[in-house]
């Protein structure tokens, strides 16, 4: 592990931190900017999936994700953790999900001998953007501990075996396998199409890769904890990625070709480092991020 470590100068903390979940009724009472939406508590602590349960019952029918102490700090959700993360009795565990009318924190404090759960809602999300970063590492046991090392370089997801990480001297490259019966199509006429047409085709496109995209952030930057400094829901505000996203002008070239390419590369950016980050897809469900470092 130490030889792995001393190449991992990209990554920080992977800890899986994705569950879906249907909206509360529970009375918003004020709390500053935010609004306690509701809280639950456990007196024995929550035991085996019950937490993720109650995640489930309260959130949405959205993605929650887990809050990174190193990352771009939004306002309105200091407003809330600080006085928090600056008491004694500070959170175990911290997540958000933003797939409703107003963004959820979620919040997992102790309580006594046991746990409770408390929910704020949010007015909205309101850090401003700023360049992509690579964080520093942390101990090795933390960065890979929803992983299983199965060779000196290679890392597999505990929970999908189709999640993977290769890592070497200055590449880290995540993969995500999942082949499609119905494989992404391209018409061979698509340069004598008209403007109107083309332009419905290059929208379709666009959405189908705006799709892949979530895929790829859902399995490699949700599945992980402290290697970016944007926090998860960074990733998909337009304010936030449109400069690193494919143009519809990439789009129609593509398709102008009228063959299938190899990789298409959804989103790339240079870090404030020098890292390159791209994130790629084959069109039939192969998806991959590479990490390389200067």
């Given at each position: 592990?130490?030889?792995?470590?001393?190449?991992?100068?990209?990554?920080?903390?992977?800890?899986?931190?994705?569950?879906?979940?249907?909206?509360?009724s529970s009375k918003a009472k004020s709390a500053g900017s935010a609004k306690i939406y509701?809280?639950?508590?456990?007196?024995?602590?929550?035991?085996?999936?019950?937490?993720?349960?109650?995640?489930?019952?309260?959130?949405?029918?959205?993605?929650?994700?887990?809050?990174?102490?190193?990352?771009?700090?939004?306002?309105?959700?200091?407003?809330?953790?600080?006085?928090?993360?600056?008491?004694?009795?500070?959170?175990?565990?911290?997540?958000?999900?933003?797939?409703?009318?107003?963004?959820?924190?979620?919040?997992?404090?102790?309580?006594?001998?046991?746990?409770?759960?408390?929910?704020?809602?949010?007015?909205?999300?309101?850090?401003?953007?700023?360049?992509?970063?690579?964080?520093?590492?942390?101990?090795?046991?933390?960065?890979?501990?929803?992983?299983?090392?199965i060779s000196d370089k290679a890392f597999v997801h505990l929970d999908r075996p189709n999640?993977?990480?290769?890592?070497?001297?200055?590449?880290?490259?995540?993969?995500?396998?999942?082949?499609?019966?119905?494989?992404?199509?391209?018409?061979?006429?698509?340069?004598?199409?008209?403007?109107?047409?083309?332009?419905?085709?290059?929208?379709?496109?666009?959405?189908?890769?705006?799709?892949?995209?979530?895929?790829?952030?859902?399995?490699?930057?949700?599945?992980?904890?402290?290697?970016?400094?944007?926090?998860?829901?960074?990733?998909?505000?337009?304010?936030?990625?449109?400069?690193?996203?494919?143009?519809?002008?990439?789009?129609?070239?593509?398709?102008?070709?009228?063959?299938?390419?190899?990789?298409?590369?959804?989103?790339?950016?240079?870090?404030?480092?020098?890292?390159?980050?791209?994130?790629?897809?084959?069109?039939?469900?192969?998806?991959?991020?590479?990490?390389?470092?200067?």
């Amino acid at each position: 592990m130490r030889n792995v470590f001393a190449v991992c100068a990209l990554l920080s903390v992977l800890v899986t931190s994705a569950f879906a979940a249907p909206a509360s009724s529970s009375k918003a009472k004020s709390a500053g900017s935010a609004k306690i939406y509701g809280a639950v508590e456990a007196k024995d602590g929550f035991l085996g999936s019950r937490l993720f349960d109650v995640l489930d019952s309260v959130g949405g029918t959205g993605t929650w994700m887990e809050w990174d102490v190193n990352g771009v700090r939004d306002p309105s959700v200091s407003k809330v953790l600080d006085p928090l993360l600056n008491s004694t009795n500070k959170p175990k565990m911290i997540w958000v999900i933003t797939e409703r009318e107003m963004p959820l924190l979620a919040v997992l404090l102790p309580k006594g001998a046991g746990e409770v759960v408390v929910f704020y809602e949010l007015g909205t999300l309101d850090a401003k953007p700023v360049p992509l970063k690579l964080n520093k590492v942390l101990t090795p046991d933390v960065v890979f501990r929803d992983y299983r090392q199965i060779s000196d370089k290679a890392f597999v997801h505990l929970d999908r075996p189709n999640l993977k990480i290769s890592v070497l001297n200055k590449l880290i490259r995540f993969t995500y396998d999942n082949p499609d019966d119905t494989p992404l199509r391209y018409d061979p006429d698509f340069s004598k199409k008209t403007l109107i047409e083309k332009r419905n085709e290059v929208n379709d496109y666009r959405g189908f890769l705006k799709y892949e995209y979530s895929m790829m952030l859902r399995a490699f930057v949700q599945s992980t904890r402290g290697i970016f400094n944007w926090q998860p829901w960074h990733w998909y505000m337009d304010n936030w990625n449109s400069k690193y996203m494919i143009s519809s002008k990439e789009i129609e070239m593509i398709l102008s070709k009228g063959v299938r390419p190899e990789y298409i590369t959804v989103f790339k950016a240079k870090a404030s480092s020098g890292e390159i980050v791209e994130m790629r897809t084959t069109g039939n469900g192969f998806l991959e991020m590479v990490i390389t470092r200067p």
